[in-house]
């Protein structure tokens, strides 16, 4: 076992925006551990314009930029990545390529922590688009018996931000019906909606309500932590094979002169 700090970096899979990423710099400061260097990432604006990834057309556009930031992550000496968005893009792909760095998401993290405190958990979601493809993960992971439903307030990423007490009073609504009707035990908030709100809406309904942003943040420091005390790294047989570095090399698959990154703010380990 080492003292060293535990590197975590959590990646926004977006283009960089001062006041997001201020956001999530925020939560990481808030959050981490005091022995945790946390680096939280964007995209380059001019190669990824959108603010959200709601639809697969801009996940399919954006795989790219988050296994660039991956591999340039991993040769950094990052102890372990979380992707940023509830889709969990491109959580598999990235994980094959990380090499020693342990790869997370929101989705993922959010369940596993879920499962560990009750039996049943709602997932509130911001609009019906999401639900097929975070029920195709949730089910993935093993958590469709304990998955109470998706419950959605009507709202696109960029219109949470438009009227917070609109946002409240949806998410309130959606929260109870998911406690009061579907019997859920604890709630999960499956996008990045109001970081700091899930402590009001758990006074609110009694009942635990887990921040995507923050479950992926711990969940990575967490995954790091028991790498360096146990030596539990990735796995890299059968379907976490990678490629060969050679064959890699023989296409530049991770090359060009673009930047990896478009925004990059440190949080030192204290």
């Known amino acids: 076992m080492t003292n060293k700090p535990l590197k975590i970096m959590y990646l926004n899979p977006v283009s960089a925006n001062p006041e997001v990423d201020a956001i999530f710099a925020e939560m990481a400061r808030d959050h981490k551990l005091p022995g945790t260097e946390v680096h939280v990432t964007a995209l380059p604006k001019d190669q990824y314009g959108f603010s959200h990834i709601e639809f697969r057309t801009y996940e399919a556009l954006v795989t790219r930029g988050i ?104 998410l309130k609504q959606a929260g109870r019906k998911a406690v009061e009707e579907g019997y859920a035990e604890a709630l999960i908030l499956g996008c990045t909606m109001e ?38 790294g990735p796995g890299r047989k059968w379907s976490c094979e990678p490629p060969s570095e050679t064959e890699m090399a023989k296409f530049d698959a991770f090359g060009g002169d673009d930047p990896v990154f478009g925004s990059r703010i440190i949080l030192a380990a204290n």
């Open 67 to 170: 296994m660039r930031a991956v591999r340039a992550a991993a040769r950094e000496g990052f102890d372990a990545l979380a992707i940023g968005c509830f889709y969990d893009t491109a959580l598999h792909d990235a994980r094959e390529i990380s090499g020693d760095m342990i790869i997370t998401a929101p989705c993922v993290a959010s369940c596993e922590i879920a499962a560990s405190l009750v039996n049943r958990f709602g997932i509130i979601v911001g609009r019906r688009k999401w639900v097929n493809q975070m029920h195709a993960n949730v089910v993935e992971y093993g958590h469709g018996e304990r998955l109470a439903g998706f419950y959605d307030v009507g709202l696109g990423v960029d219109d949470f931000q438009k009227d917070h007490d609109e946002t409240a009073r949806r």
């Open 195 to 232: 970081i700091g709100f899930y402590k009001e809406l758990e006074k609110e309904l009694g009942v635990p309500v887990i921040d995507p942003s923050i479950a992926a943040l711990k969940r990575a420091e967490y995954a790091a932590l028991l790498k360096q005390q146990c030596g539990w």
